[in-house]
Nanobody, 125 residues
Framework: QVHLVESGGGLVQAGGSRRLSCAVS????????MAWYRQAPGKERELVAT???????NYADSVQGRFTISRDSAEDTLYLQMNRLKPGDAAVYYC???????????????????WGQGTQVTVSS
């Protein structure tokens, strides 16, 4: 089992910054990609940013140049640095881990996704 716990959400003034954290625990040997998603009321959950084993990153167009996804050296924490926040960034942000067939023991988990409980980010204008 992989367990993800987000933290760091709260109220931020438009134009301000906030850093979200995702504590990662459990067996992560099959995890190939981690990501941040967000979901605003009445909207579908959308992909915000991804990072893979090679530390290659990808971002949604809406956050490109403003957000940065990263992980610590121990790889037990995932971060999302959010800068120049806009009211449209307000949402519940979720940490995600995706499993792939990285080894024989991973085949039973290939394609599995793990989610945290989410953390609320509110942006005031």
């Amino acid at each position: 089992q992989v367990h993800l716990v987000e933290s760091g959400g709260g109220l931020v003034q438009a134009g301000g910054s906030r850093r979200l954290s995702c504590a990662v625990s459990g067996d992560t040997s099959c995890i190939s990609t981690m990501a941040w998603y967000r979901q605003a009321p009445g909207k579908e959950r959308e992909l915000v940013a991804t990072i893979d084993l090679a530390e290659s990153t990808n971002y949604a167009d809406s956050v490109q140049g403003r957000f940065t996804i990263s992980r610590d050296s121990a790889e037990d924490t995932l971060y999302l640095q959010m800068n120049r926040l806009k009211p449209g960034d307000a949402a519940v942000y979720y940490c995600n881990a995706h499993a792939s067939a990285l080894s024989a023991m991973c085949f039973g988990l290939d394609g599995s996704d793990y989610w945290g409980q989410g953390t609320q980010v509110t942006v005031s204008s």
